[in-house]
């Protein structure tokens, strides 16, 4: 029997992520009836490093903090495991470490309080518009297809999107980073300092992240589409310094959808957020925060359509390149830079001694990458040279 039978809601959310989950938060907040559709059932896991700057609290009504892990205060850099700078992070622009299979149940019970209905194990196949908005193809649990009428459709159904592309939303072929996350149970050396490595990754660098109980690894390639090289060696030299064994830990690879230039974000009663709005930041790997802030702007922007505003979507597509694209199309040609001569990048860049308060500023949001970009290139350049 079909759990959506006769389902008519004013807003389908497709995907609970982060994006997903805010979206749905703040339009059922504002009085809409919202259904969000989800492939996979919770409780579930989402490889993903987990880091998050303090200052996406601001977005939301209600505290962030019981998803929270840990709170960063300092940050250690090295070069091949070496010549390290440790930075202590100013107060003002603290980072925090959350376990995606947490932040995204909290945000998305926060939807379900103020009336969002969350519908798991959901495949959408297919959208069409419709006379009243838009038709959508759904394979329930057991195979049962059912046709879903909505006005409006937010997608937020991450990397991995198949249909974003298609309804000419975002880039018609998305550019990715090769990416291995790793997931450490056991004793943390410093709880309250992050890791970043940028000499043992081609073209990227890795990361340990920790949390309770254990560590959060990532390694991205940034530059390139011939992926990760030999990242089990690579592993085989981090883990031991953070008192694991060469083969710890349990190891998923992926991708993450980079931006990659500015695109439309919007259609006819339709967004994209999220990562499936290739939102990701193409220097840092930065996720969370453009996926949050993207999800609260595609709400309020829908908000605004559905009460007879006919510019408010085109809007949010100027609004995310306002906020968001443009630094980073500045953040883009800095690692092209960087990742291409990462020795002299961790010289000249990471050892500044502004460097640690100027990426501390950027993962707030503080500061854009526009702000520092020509100096940092042109450094590069003529190092180069």
């Known amino acids: ?26 339009l059922a907040r504002l009085g809409h009836e919202v259904l969000v559709l989800e492939r996979a059932t ?19 009504p209600f505290d962030l903090r019981p998803a929270v892990d840990t709170v960063i205060e300092r940050v250690r850099f090295t070069w091949a495991l070496e010549d390290p ?24 019970e926060q939807a379900r309080c103020v009336g969002a209905r969350l519908a798991c194990g959901m495949v959408v196949e ?27 459709v937010v997608l937020a159904d991450g990397s991995g999107s198949s249909l974003a592309a298609p309804l000419g939303l975002g880039p018609r072929q998305p550019r990715f980073a090769a990416t291995v996350s790793v997931e450490l149970e056991g004793p943390v050396q410093d709880p309250a300092a992050a890791r970043f490595d940028f000499g043992l990754v081609r073209h990227g660098f890795c990361w340990a992240f920790p949390r309770k109980g254990g560590y959060s690894i990532g390694l991205g390639s ?18 031991p310094t953070l008192g694991f064994a060469p083969e710890a ?4 690879r992926g991708r993450l959808r980079l931006w990659d230039g500015h695109h439309p ?76 001569l990462p020795r002299v990048g961790y010289q000249l860049g990471i050892k500044r001694p502004t460097a640690p308060r100027r990426i501390a500023q950027i993962l707030s949001g503080e500061m854009g990458y526009g702000d520092i970009a020509q100096r940092v290139i042109k450094r590069l350049l003529l190092q180069r040279s």
């Open 265 to 340: 974000l919007h259609g006819p009663g339709l967004l994209v957020a999220g990562d499936a709005a290739s939102l990701c930041d193409p220097f840092l790997a930065e996720g969370l925060r453009p996926a949050l802030l993207s999800g609260c702007e595609a709400a309020a922007a829908l908000d605004r359509w559905l009460a007879g505003d006919p510019e408010a979507l085109a809007a949010y597509s100027t609004r995310m390149r306002q906020v968001w694209g443009d630094s980073m199309a500045w953040g883009r040609r800095i690692a092209q830079v960087f990742y291409r």
């Open 222 to 239: 940034f530059v390139g589409r011939e992926g990760l090289v030999d990242d089990d060696a690579v592993l085989a030299q981090l883990l």
């Open 126 to 152: 297919g959208l069409e518009p419709s006379a009243t908005g838009w038709l959508l193809a759904v394979r329930e649990p057991g195979g049962v297809e059912v046709s879903l009428e909505t006005r409006g």
């Open 1 to 26: 029997m079909s759990t959506l039978a006769g389902c008519r809601p004013e807003v389908v959310v497709i995907g609970s992520g982060a994006a997903g989950a805010a979206a749905a938060y703040h």
């Open 85 to 108: 700078v440790l930075a202590e992070l100013p107060g003002e622009a603290p980072f925090w470490i959350v376990r995606r299979s947490r932040l995204d149940a909290f945000l998305i």
């Open 42 to 60: 919770f409780p579930r896991t989402k490889p993903c490093g987990g880091g998050m700057a303090a200052s996406v609290q601001r977005w939301f």
């Open 249 to 252: 830990g349990v190891r998923t």
